[in-house]
Each structure stands twice: as structure tokens, then as C-alpha cells.
């Protein structure tokens, strides 16, 4: 992605409405756990707010995606409209088939990398004639534009200054998420007010940190949260029953971590995105270590 790109991001991003959490009206329940030596963080619906509530359900639209490709500098053909409603359903019916494909090589819980998606639909796209191109054309750029105007997203209240403590007493920080290449770009923004592409989060290490599009799985699969016992154990000596997963869903985050032996905080902070998933199985009465209304809560427990 090039400079004047990365310009146009961080103007769009700049120029977003702020966001507010919305009271989950959830009474909290936590204690004090002086045996917390690492904490690891979902990211959509808990470090960020979400105006859909997660990543895999923004609002997908024509105009979103028009405002994508003129960033990118992509022609639409005439018949504008039409152009627009065929890729958008070609888009879906490719996450459709490459999620089915997954599933049948027993990947149960499929994640696709969004960006080769959208290069393989905006290449069909061109053949057919709906959409002009050269072969410079910023794909990364017009994944992003669409992808932030789609999932409108806001730092959870307090982010910044609990990242900072949790950082002076030099807590080992990790990220477990379903997220696609942008979501580091975002958290970086967000945290440092710049546009990286860079997958390292600022504070966090990156050897405990797990982006789902990166291994073609999504949570709840736990094997996301068991990629991180051996670099936890071999890099801090610290083990699963001291590290303390902190997230918004009941089965994505509190089923899946604690599989591992993780402790579990369930962030009950915005009511769009909190998914108690009362009627599954797996968390028929499941109960998370702690329940948290505000960010600032896991000091109270961690330190």
C-alpha cells in the first residue's frame, strides 16, 4: 500500500463518527487473581467497539462497496447498479464455496483471507466487463475502504490508558481474534493515531498474538488458543491456568479458551456485541471465571 493510500485511510478513518458502547445491562461479577501472569484479548466487541456487533457480520452494501472501488481508482462499467449487485453476490458466493470447501477437509470453523478473496472476484469481475482496471490498482486499499465502511469500529472506553498499565507492570499481553489483515491496521490506529501495515500490534507481543485469516480457522476453535501454551510456557514459564482470556462471546471466547485451561473474563461492556449463546450445548451452564462491564475492570483483577 502506497503513501497516498495510506493517507486516504487514516483521512477516512479520521472522519468516522465516534462511537458509543451500549449497556449490556449485565451486573458484574469479578474478584481479585494475584495468580494472573498473562492476559490475551478479543478484539472486535471487546478492545473494539463494533457497530455490527462482530466482523463476520457487517452490514454489506452497494454504496460501501462504490466508495471502495472509486478509492482504489476501479471503473465501474455502465449500468452501474448492476455491476455493483453482481459483484457483491459474486463476493459472497466465493466466501460461500471457499468456506464449504474447508469444511470439507474438516476445517469446522473455516476463515478466509479477505483480500485474496476480493482479488479473485474483482478479476472475474473485470473479465466480465463490470469493472476496469490496470494491474496497480490498490486492491489492499479498496479492501480496507469497504471493509471499515461496512464494520464501522470505535476503541472500547479506556483502551489506551489500561493497555499503559497493564504495560508499566509489564504484564505479557497476547490477542486471540477472528480478523483479517486490516484488523492490526485498525488496532494500530486506534492505539498509536498511525497507519501501518505492519501485523504487529503496538504493546502486544506478536509471538502471543493470533489472527484468524492467517491459519484458515476461526474461533471457537481452540486450537487458535492452544497455538499459544508452548510460547507461553517456553518464553515467560507462565501456564494456562495463569492466563486470564478476555472477550465478548460465551462460546467463540470462553468455551473455545477454556478448552486450553485458560481463566476467562467475559466482557459484557456493549450490547451489541455480547453472544451469551444461550441455546448451545457447549455453553449450557458454562460459567466464565469473571464478568466484566468496563475494560478498567481487568486491573482490578490482574494487579
Not at 486471540?176 to 498509536?192: D, E, G, I, K, R
Given at each position: 500500500?502506497?503513501?497516498?493510500?495510506?493517507?486516504?485511510i487514516?483521512n477516512?478513518?479520521?472522519?468516522?463518527?465516534?462511537?458509543?458502547?451500549i449497556?449490556?445491562?449485565?451486573?458484574?461479577?469479578?474478584?481479585?487473581?494475584?495468580?494472573?501472569?498473562a492476559?490475551?484479548?478479543?478484539?472486535?466487541g471487546?478492545l473494539l467497539?463494533?457497530s455490527s456487533?462482530?466482523?463476520?457480520?457487517?452490514?454489506i452494501s452497494?454504496?460501501n462497496?462504490?466508495s471502495?472501488?472509486?478509492?482504489?481508482?476501479?471503473?465501474?462499467?455502465?449500468?452501474?447498479q448492476?455491476?455493483?449487485?453482481?459483484?457483491?453476490?459474486?463476493f459472497e458466493?466465493t466466501?460461500?464455496?471457499?468456506?464449504?470447501?474447508?469444511?470439507?477437509?474438516?476445517?469446522?470453523?473455516?476463515?478466509?483471507d479477505i483480500?485474496s478473496?476480493w482479488?479473485i472476484?474483482?478479476?472475474h469481475?473485470?473479465?466480465?466487463?463490470?469493472?476496469?482496471?490496470?494491474?496497480?490498482?490498490?486492491?489492499?486499499?479498496?479492501?480496507?475502504?469497504f471493509?471499515?465502511?461496512?464494520?464501522?469500529?470505535y476503541?472500547?472506553p479506556?483502551?489506551k490508558?489500561?493497555?499503559?498499565?497493564?504495560?508499566?507492570?509489564?504484564?505479557?499481553?497476547?490477542i486471540v481474534?477472528?480478523?483479517?489483515?486490516?484488523?492490526?491496521?485498525?488496532?494500530?490506529?486506534?492505539?498509536?493515531?498511525v497507519?501501518?501495515?505492519?501485523e504487529?500490534?503496538?504493546?502486544?507481543?506478536?509471538?502471543?498474538?493470533?489472527?484468524?485469516?492467517?491459519f484458515?480457522?476461526g474461533?471457537?476453535?481452540?486450537t487458535?488458543?492452544?497455538e499459544?501454551?508452548?510460547?507461553?510456557?517456553?518464553?515467560?514459564?507462565?501456564?494456562?491456568s495463569?492466563?486470564?482470556?478476555?472477550g465478548?462471546?460465551m462460546?467463540?471466547?470462553?468455551?473455545a479458551?477454556?478448552q486450553?485451561?485458560?481463566k476467562t473474563?467475559l466482557?459484557?461492556?456493549?450490547?451489541?456485541?455480547?453472544?451469551?449463546?444461550?441455546n448451545?450445548?457447549r455453553?449450557?451452564?458454562?460459567?466464565?471465571?469473571?464478568?466484566?462491564?468496563?475494560?478498567k475492570?481487568v486491573?482490578e483483577?490482574?494487579?
Amino acid at each position: 500500500m502506497q503513501s497516498d493510500s495510506k493517507e486516504y485511510i487514516k483521512n477516512l478513518l479520521d472522519n468516522l463518527t465516534p462511537i458509543e458502547s451500549i449497556p449490556a445491562g449485565v451486573k458484574p461479577e469479578f474478584k481479585k487473581d494475584g495468580k494472573i501472569r498473562a492476559i490475551l484479548f478479543d478484539v472486535y466487541g471487546t478492545l473494539l467497539i463494533s457497530s455490527s456487533g462482530d466482523i463476520d457480520q457487517a452490514e454489506i452494501s452497494v454504496e460501501n462497496l462504490k466508495s471502495a472501488l472509486n478509492a482504489a481508482g476501479i471503473k465501474i462499467s455502465d449500468g452501474e447498479q448492476n455491476a455493483l449487485d453482481h459483484i457483491l453476490m459474486d463476493f459472497e458466493y466465493t466466501v460461500k464455496i471457499c468456506h464449504e470447501a474447508a469444511r470439507k477437509n474438516s476445517v469446522p470453523y473455516p476463515e478466509i483471507d479477505i483480500l485474496s478473496i476480493w482479488k479473485i472476484v474483482l478479476i472475474h469481475s473485470r473479465r466480465k466487463g463490470l469493472i476496469s482496471f490496470h494491474d496497480d490498482a490498490d486492491i489492499m486499499l479498496m479492501t480496507c475502504v469497504f471493509e471499515f465502511l461496512s464494520n464501522q469500529v470505535y476503541p472500547m472506553p479506556g483502551l489506551k490508558e489500561i493497555l499503559a498499565k497493564l504495560h508499566e507492570v509489564c504484564m505479557p499481553l497476547g490477542i486471540v481474534s477472528n480478523a483479517q489483515f486490516y484488523t492490526p491496521v485498525l488496532m494500530n490506529y486506534y492505539l498509536n493515531g498511525v497507519i501501518s501495515l505492519n501485523e504487529k500490534v503496538r504493546g502486544f507481543d506478536q509471538e502471543l498474538t493470533v489472527f484468524s485469516y492467517k491459519f484458515g480457522k476461526g474461533k471457537p476453535d481452540p486450537t487458535l488458543f492452544e497455538e499459544l501454551a508452548p510460547t507461553l510456557k517456553w518464553k515467560y514459564g507462565i501456564i494456562p491456568s495463569e492466563v486470564l482470556l478476555v472477550g465478548n462471546d460465551m462460546l467463540k471466547d470462553i468455551y473455545a479458551s477454556k478448552q486450553v485451561g485458560f481463566k476467562t473474563a467475559l466482557f459484557a461492556g456493549d450490547k451489541r456485541s455480547l453472544r451469551m449463546h444461550e441455546n448451545d450445548d457447549r455453553t449450557s451452564g458454562l460459567q466464565p471465571d469473571h464478568i466484566i462491564t468496563e475494560l478498567k475492570q481487568v486491573l482490578e483483577i490482574a494487579l
